[in-house]
């Protein structure tokens, strides 16, 4: 049995919900916001759509309702206006994370917490300090959806399904996040190499440009839209995924580090095996020397940023 309580049913939690519901991954999905109505209603309108989809119960609670919870998924908190970088969230954030991590021990310690609020690498690391739950316990979304923003990118660019390409964004979810281009495959081949031996002409890929768009894809949607809230959902549910059926699937999400990359004192994405009980272990990959120092100095922000709430 597989309970799912989601923390805020604003366009990022209740998409997550839906993407739960569609993917038949949870047996309970439970919305929790301080707008109960709001969380009622989302909860009726996807209820309404069950007859289609693998059963699964969705409904509005509240705190008790984490008591048995497999996943607790946070998604509560203010969301980047046009222009504002997830870094400037921080203050107002973090006030409203450690409410309701301390709502949630009132009821369990045994969940996996799952941070999405931004700037989520600061919001994990105030979740583990503010809840004294295991490091492996406590994990952000991280930069799995920068990761598949990333595969996208160059699947366009190949012609390739992009579940073929394996590729890694480390670091800050956020401006200082660092592509991994050395680490680059497509159906195993490297991206040179693959390139060298296409026949189709379309010249050396754009690094540059494929940086600026998957670091700047966020601030784009959001100046378009208002928000983003497809991809992270997807993402999010493919985290959930790992922890519910126990996969030991290695993800990008945000963690604690204790000196692996010669990195500690924050939590950043890197490699990690995701199984049941949350992060088994991180996983310390060959980076390239320009991909380490890129790494260490994105760690140096986000240390600065955590240092506050240590
Ligand atoms: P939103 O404004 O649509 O929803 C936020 C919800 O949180 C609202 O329903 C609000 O009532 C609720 N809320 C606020 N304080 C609360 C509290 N103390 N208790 C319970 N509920 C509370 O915002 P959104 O677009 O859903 O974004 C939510 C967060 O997710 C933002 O911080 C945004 O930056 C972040 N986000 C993260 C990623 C990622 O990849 N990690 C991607 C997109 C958005």
């Known amino acids: 049995m597989a309970k799912i309580v989601i ?58 309702d984490c008591a048995d919870a497999s996943v607790i998924i ?18 107002r954030n973090a006030d409203i994370c450690k409410s309701i991590i301390d709502n949630i021990m009132c009821y369990t310690t045994s969940a996996v917490l799952l941070m999405v609020t931004n700037p989520v690498d600061v919001m994990t690391f105030v979740a583990l300090t503010h809840s004294h739950l295991s490091p ?59 390139c060298c031996r296409c026949a189709r002409g379309c010249g050396p890929i754009n690094k540059t440009m494929i940086e600026e768009d998957v ?20 993402a999010t549910s493919r985290i ?9 699937s290695v993800l990008t999400v945000s963690t604690l580090l204790t000196g692996q990359y010669g990195i500690s004192g924050c939590c950043m994405s890197v490699p990690c095996i995701v199984h049941s009980r949350g992060i088994e272990r991180i996983i310390e990959t060959e980076l390239h020397a320009e991909e380490t120092a890129a790494l260490r100095r994105s760690a140096s922000l986000l240390r600065e940023m955590c240092e506050r709430f240590g």
């Open 7 to 64: 923390v805020g049913a604003g366009s990022v939690g209740v998409t997550i919900a839906y993407t739960l519901q569609l993917s038949g991954t949870a047996t309970e999905i439970i919305l929790i916001d301080r707008d109960k109505e709001k969380a009622q209603g989302e909860a009726l309108d996807m209820s309404h759509g069950l007859p289609f989809v693998p059963p699964v119960r969705i409904s509005a609670g509240d705190y008790p």
């Open 74 to 91: 946070i998604t509560a908190g203010a969301r980047q206006k046009q222009g504002e970088s997830r870094r400037e969230l921080v203050d």
């Open 240 to 248: 959930v995924s790992a922890l519910v059926r126990n996969e030991n």
């Open 215 to 234: 670091k700047k894809a966020a601030y784009k949607i959001i100046a378009a839209k208002g928000a983003t809230n497809y991809g992270v959902a997807l």
């Open 136 to 194: 492996g316990q406590v994990i952000g979304s991280g930069t799995v959806l920068d990761s598949a923003r990333f595969r996208y990118l160059i699947s366009r660019h190949c012609d390739i399904d992009p579940r073929n390409v394996h590729a890694y964004v480390l670091g800050e979810h956020g401006d200082s996040e660092v592509l991994l281009w050395s680490q680059v495959r497509l159906g195993g081949t490297p991206l040179e190499t693959f």
